[in-house]
């Protein structure tokens, strides 16, 4: 006899009680593997993938004590990475909302109101403030637009009811005109 076939014996002879009994040791000692493994794989898991919050702290702590060693230095440049496509996104966001609501304004003068002028007031500050805390991105001002506008003279096509051809198909502002606070475009002006 096998102890395959040993054991099967065993068990079918066991009274009811006692293989409950031992069906309840096996669960338990199954779980407390599992909890043991994945214990052992959570310490494997570096704290940037388990716990954000405290790796920044962390990381933060390290850096101000120039302890290179306790840097982690690739997911820090990943995060740093990620500021900064952050910061670019807010101000051209911002950029799309602000040439949308001008398309309004210039295009749909009856509809003007109170509203329209605190988002095209709001959307210059928030660039303006961007732009104060991120110097650099100055020098995509132009790029940024070209991405914003056409995006923002769909939004307004469809924000307005009007046919997307009512609406130039480059911008047609400069730049600096679109952060000015006190430009006001009127149609106009744009034929």
Known sequence: MTDRQTLHQLIEELPASQLVAAENSLTYYRQKEVRRTLELLA????????????????????????????????????????????????????????????????????????????TILDARRLVADGLEENGTLTRELPALCAWAYPRARREAAKDTGLPLATFPEACPWAVAQVLDEDFWPEASSLS
């Open 43 to 118: 310490r494997e898991l570096p704290l940037y993938d388990t716990d954000f919050y405290a790796w920044a702290q962390q990381q933060a702590a390290a850096l101000r004590a120039t302890d290179w060693a306790a840097l982690d230095v690739e997911h820090l440049a990943e995060e740093v990475e990620d500021l900064r496509k952050t910061e670019r996104k807010a101000v051209r966001s911002q950029l799309r909302r602000l040439s949308s609501h001008l398309l309004k304004w210039a295009y749909q003068p009856t509809r003007r109101g109170e509203s329209w002028q605190m």
